[in-house]
């Protein structure tokens, strides 16, 4: 009989070598990347596929997702691009990191393209003004709650929202100094893992389970923050919680 | 003539001795603390005097304040104790460490003590159920906001939201491993700076600009996030802001 591996608390293992194998939960799974053209969406799509994860990367144009996932194939995983539909036909796991301006109407659209799908919610709503960027109100309370509402049939987690796009989409760093705030119900505790997982493929970064939906809005705000301090300190500014230990 | 010493970016050098100097900004400053009988204000309070910094503490009953005085005096800084009104008008700097529930009666009652002087909000809106803790609806947008409604002749900037109280009350534990976000109006940066110099007398901490009151609120927020994550991780946790560099 073989020896157990060393259990280890989801995504508190940061991602480190570009071919260290994939966790267990990720084994065979397609993640597709709504607004993958976008900087976010493009960066987020160069690390999954970095670390080996076959990505769709989906846009409002499949010509543009094509052209985009050509740049990006090559890497470990196999990048293709469809229209936003046809990527989240084709993910497991379906990231929405498009604008918030069309959040809400692009979700409604796609109800029966991710139904029985995890569906994690990337995006911050802000406004800009001349004084930097400021919070937006979301009636069903953030933009992850509002995706929850539209998506009844999905399970929805909140990540990445604090994690620098130029960072991600820079493929010459090696590691992204920052931690990601995964959001999710209670009751799913084993998407939350999964994403966790997720996040923790992107070197240097850990997934760690932040609290429930109705604690996602602040996690969302806090970009504005970020954008205050990367003009202050001329910084492309990521967080790290404190305190976790090894959590072996 | 003798040189100048290297400039540095306020409060970006965490304390780190206990017998050093304090920043020019601090000499000669009275920190006041409202809810200093608290466990976040007494934590402070703690933190301060131990790096010389002489301290009020502020409590509703000035014989439980004296009391808490008596035990953190015989630090570097002097500890007193007073009612809060007493504290207030004793602080130059008065830091307002006091339940939600609570905080616009006291502030509004001592907007005369606070006239002329800086004060810092570490209060957050939260309530809690049997699922943890949840973010409070502030008219004011922020309690920082509230605070500076209240007291239009005050300079108020928020910060201190997201330190662990367990660790900063800890005698035992040299550095505390965290950022303290400073929010403040970008015409009030010396009062900001003044604050970000305070949080980084704390061992371990550094105090970083984190944007205007308007986006106070998310960072208070924040708080619950952390909750949960002290929950799952059995941790105390806090945060980091990462790619800040050495800043000098």
Redesign the interface.
């Known amino acids: 009989m073989s020896e157990n591996p060393p259990s280890t608390?989801p995504g508190l293992t940061p991602g480190s070598a570009a071919d260290a194998p994939l966790p267990a939960s990720l084994a065979s799974t397609v993640v597709a990347v709504l607004g993958g053209t976008g900087p976010q969406g493009r960066g987020l799509a160069r690390r999954f596929a970095a670390a080996g994860v076959p990505v769709v990367l989906g846009s409002r144009s499949a010509e543009r997702a094509q052209e985009a996932a050509t740049e990006l194939d090559g890497l470990a995983g196999a990048v293709t691009g469809q229209d936003n539909a046809g990527a989240a036909a084709a993910g497991d796991v379906v990231v929405v990191a498009v604008p918030w301006d069309g959040h809400a109407d692009l979700l409604r659209g796609l109800a029966g393209e991710l139904a029985g799908k995890v569906v994690v919610d990337c995006v911050n709503p802000l406004g800009f003004d001349k004084?930097?960027?400021?919070?937006l109100e979301v009636e069903e309370g953030s933009a992850a709650e509002q995706a929850a509402a539209l998506l009844p049939d999905s399970t929805v987690v909140g990540a990445f929202h604090n994690v620098?796009a130029v960072?991600l989409d820079d493929p010459d760093l090696a590691e992204v100094?920052?931690d990601v705030?995964v959001?999710g119900e209670?009751e799913d505790r084993e998407t939350c893992d999964l994403v966790q997982d997720l996040a923790a493929v992107i070197p240097g970064v850990r997934g760690?389970?932040?609290?429930?939906l109705?604690?996602a809005?602040?996690?969302e705000?806090?970009t504005?923050?970020?954008?205050?301090?990367n003009r202050?300190?001329k910084?492309?500014?990521?967080?790290?919680?404190?305190?976790?230990?090894e959590?072996r």
């Not at 004084?131 to 919070?135: C, K, P």
């Not at 910084?235 to 230990?245: M, P, Q, V, Y």
């Open positions: 608390v004084r930097g960027a400021y919070v620098s960072k100094d920052t705030l959001l209670g760690i389970y932040g609290g429930r109705r604690n809005h602040q996690v705000s806090l504005a923050n970020l954008i205050s301090v202050r300190y910084a492309h500014a990521g967080i790290r919680i404190t305190d976790l230990g959590q």
